[in-house]
């Protein structure tokens, strides 16, 4: 589908955990969002001209309504964090390739997210549990959205519960297990076939390790600084194992050729 | 109404184009808008052989604007022939070719390859400053320029635009030396060095530490530079740096532009090329001007 601009109009937004925002809003771009997709969200301030990548946490195709749940980290996420119920919100989308559900079809799978990276987990699991039961293998198909937050100010755990068997890691212990996602699989002694992240560097370059030592197949979310969010810039390029085909060097383009890569492929 | 310019020899439907680096080849953006409706595309730059450009993070928002440091990446010239040439022969525009390199050699190496291609103009870029080697270099001494621009001259069969650089003491010595050595037209500006702290982390946001600062906020000083370049040169001058809308570009072609680019505004807003194109006939409209050429240097002193 083409990528456009469009006004969409806030719903309802609220904090569900201490800066996380929860923004709903109703816009066509709803209706072909694939998750681990983003949008680029355009801010009011015209000081602050680049629009601002949040991946989609939830799109419902019938109410035609994206979720987004995003941290504040700056000026912009912080005038995003003012919209209102009934404001407009200029957005671009939608970007970015996602992830690629029909890999979990049939398998075990951990749908892998660290703090800001947890959201998107949310339509992928609801994604993966509607094409597992399209291709009648519903029975087959073992969903665990393994996820790590820095203390017990949880938030989508119940969005998550709803289509995943949640497990839970906490930095500082106080809920589920003590440590990473990596200290949660091992302490809960859970395996999968394949692997999906979105989370900090270090969080994707552990669970790289783990799916190469563990021959798992892994597809991770990557995140750098964006300017024209449409692969036409250049700003936000990774590293990738093999020349790439688009670029020629060993550059590949985040905002489209990504966000999600087969761990791989790239070099992190 | 004639909305036409004729830069070198070269008839444009329109003084509109896009600023090289902003807008890839167009295919990103031919998907917001119609390509055929731009005076030109004027494509990334590109060297003799894939360049990978300089480490992440490149790109830094800062106040009205944003820093870049790309370095150039690109995909080479056989690439560049065969897949972005030919895609831009798809449509009913004028392609202008942004032209970088390491040293004189590997300019000269692009601009013979495309030689035979279906190009209309080339624009040198001798002002990127977020490359170690080539680029600036030649483009922030009279001397240098005056020199690169003359051996492109002998090799180049379209006619050349140098792109300079505001990051000079004086842009009308560049100007003029650029001219004197045969340059068929001049652009400017290119990206004014800046620089971005995280003082949290206390790091340059930018892996390169400095970066091209590109934007509205740069507009005034794109302006006057402008303004003062057409002064000082009888060659059509192409006028860039932070417009954003119709009425930007209008305030260019009164300091002297013969026509603009359109560079960070895309980011902002993908439309920005179509719309500004739409504007631009909208003012002539409404102030009677029956060719926009009319427009060209027309502030009143």
């Known amino acids: ?268 | 109404m004639k909305t036409e310019v004729t830069i070198a020899g070269v008839t444009l439907k329109n003084p509109v184009m896009t600023a090289s680096g902003t807008f890839g080849s167009g295919m990103e953006y031919g998907e917001f808008v119609d390509l055929n409706k731009l005076g030109a595309v004027v494509t990334k730059g590109v060297a003799n052989v894939p360049w990978p450009g300089n480490p992440t993070p490149r790109v830094a928002e800062v106040y009205g604007g944003m820093l870049n440091a790309i370095g150039l990446q690109n995909p080479g010239i056989d690439t560049f022939i065969e897949r972005d040439l030919e895609f831009l022969k798809g449509y009913d525009t004028k392609v202008i070719v942004n032209v970088c390199g390491k040293s004189v050699e590997d300019y000269l190496e692009v601009v013979d390859r495309l030689g035979d291609q279906r190009v209309d103009l080339l624009e040198i870029n001798v002002s990127c400053p977020n490359v170690k080697e080539g680029a600036i270099a030649f483009g922030q001494k009279a001397d240098a320029l005056y020199n690169i621009t003359s051996e492109i001259k002998k090799h180049a069969k379209q006619p050349v635009i140098m792109k300079l650089s505001p990051n000079v003491t004086d842009i009308t010595e560049m100007a003029k030396a650029a001219e004197a050595a045969g340059a068929d037209a001049i652009s400017l500006i290119n990206t004014i060095t800046g620089m971005k702290i995280d003082i949290n982390k206390r790091k340059f946001v930018l892996a390169n530490k400095t970066g091209g600062m590109s934007g509205p906020a740069i507009k005034p000083v794109a302006v006057r530079m402008v303004y003062q370049a057409s002064h000082a040169v009888k060659i059509p001058v192409i006028g860039m740096g932070g417009i954003m809308n119709a009425d930007d570009a209008i305030e260019f072609m009164l300091a002297g532009a013969s026509a603009v680019s359109v560079g960070a505004a895309n980011f902002m807003n993908p439309y920005a090329t179509s719309e500004i194109v739409d504007g631009i006939e909208a003012y002539m409209k409404k102030y009677g001007i029956e060719d926009v050429n009319e427009l060209v240097g027309a502030v009143q002193e």
């Open chain 1, 1 to 268: 589908m083409k990528k456009e601009v469009t006004e969409g109009i806030v719903l309802s937004q609220k904090e569900i955990a201490p800066s996380i925002y929860d923004l709903k809003i109703e816009t066509e771009l709803a209706q072909d969002a694939k998750a681990g997709q983003f949008v680029g969200v355009y801010l009011k301030n015209k000081s602050a001209l680049l629009p601002r990548p949040i991946s989609i946490c939830e799109a419902d195709k019938v109410a035609k309504t994206l979720r987004l749940v995003y941290r504040i980290a700056g000026t912009g996420t912080g005038e995003m964090s003012t919209l209102k119920e009934g404001d407009s919100v200029r957005l671009l989308g939608n970007l970015g390739n996602g992830f690629p559900v029909e890999k979990a079809v049939g398998k075990k799978v951990f749908l892998m997210g660290g703090g800001i990276g947890i959201p998107p987990m949310v339509e992928l699991a609801g994604q993966i549990k509607a094409a597992a039961a399209e291709a009648g293998k519903a029975d087959s198909t073992e969903v665990y959205a393994v996820v790590g937050y820095r203390d017990s100010k949880l938030f989508l755990k119940e969005d998550l519960e709803k289509n995943a068997k949640v497990v839970i890691a906490t930095e500082d212990g106080s809920v589920g297990t003590k440590g990473n996602v990596l200290t949660a699989v091992s302490e809960n002694n859970i395996s999968a076939d394949v692997i999906m992240a979105c989370g900090p560097m270090p969080m994707l370059r552990a669970i790289k390790k783990y799916a190469e030592e563990n021959s798992i197949k892994a597809y991770i979310s990557l995140e750098e600084r964006m300017a024209c969010g449409v692969g036409a810039c250049l700003g936000c390029v990774c590293k990738t194992k093999d020349v790439d085909s688009h670029s020629k060097v060993h550059n590949a383009r985040i905002c489209t050729d990504g966000p999600v890569f087969d761990a791989d492929d790239v070099e992190i």
